[in-house]
């Protein structure tokens, strides 16, 4: 009974809603750029609460790797490419005007944009930005060493024979 009351409590002192400003409740928009309604007439809309997002982002991780034995490189290139094929889709529900290229290759459509502004004064998607008119900054994303300098260097340094490392399926 005590945990029940202590969440009543949390409820009426206003810690269990939406923050001030932050809506976890997105409207479902059409091709169009317009709110979708279901058959009763009420916006469609999706929900940001609870784990639903965070579950489906690790099964598509499962989906991205598969039974694979990869390395860390390899594990960050998928990963990369996994993230931007999901930033890519989402950017086709959720903004409107955002082209639907049917590829994730989008680097070769920035090359097509700028040929179309060079040579005919307009863009050839205007709701898509081109990555190359951005100011290079030192972010990166990826996959961040926890380790100690130190110990990144003696391992680095160690001498490994080669010829006596053997994969299991050898």
Known sequence: MGETKNILDEIQAGLISDPP???FYMKH???????????????????MRG????????RGLITTF??????????????????????????????????????YDTWLVDV???L??????????PGLSNSSDYIQTPESMGTVAVHYKELADTVNGLPIDFSKVHLSKE
């Open 21 to 23: 400003d932050v809506s």
């Open 29 to 47: 928009l059409n091709d169009d750029g317009k709110e979708m309604k279901n058959k009763y007439r009420f916006n469609m809309l999706e929900s």
């Open 66 to 103: 598969g039974s694979w034995v990869v390395g860390l490189q390899m594990s960050d290139c998928l990963i990369q490419e996994h993230h931007h094929r999901h930033n890519h889709n989402v950017s086709e529900m959720r903004r409107s005007g955002f082209p639907q290229l049917g590829h």
């Open 112 to 114: 097509l944009q700028m």
């Open 116 to 125: 179309e502004e060079r040579n005919f004064g307009h863009l050839l998607n």
């Open 51 to 58: 784990s639903n997002c965070t579950e489906s982002s690790h």
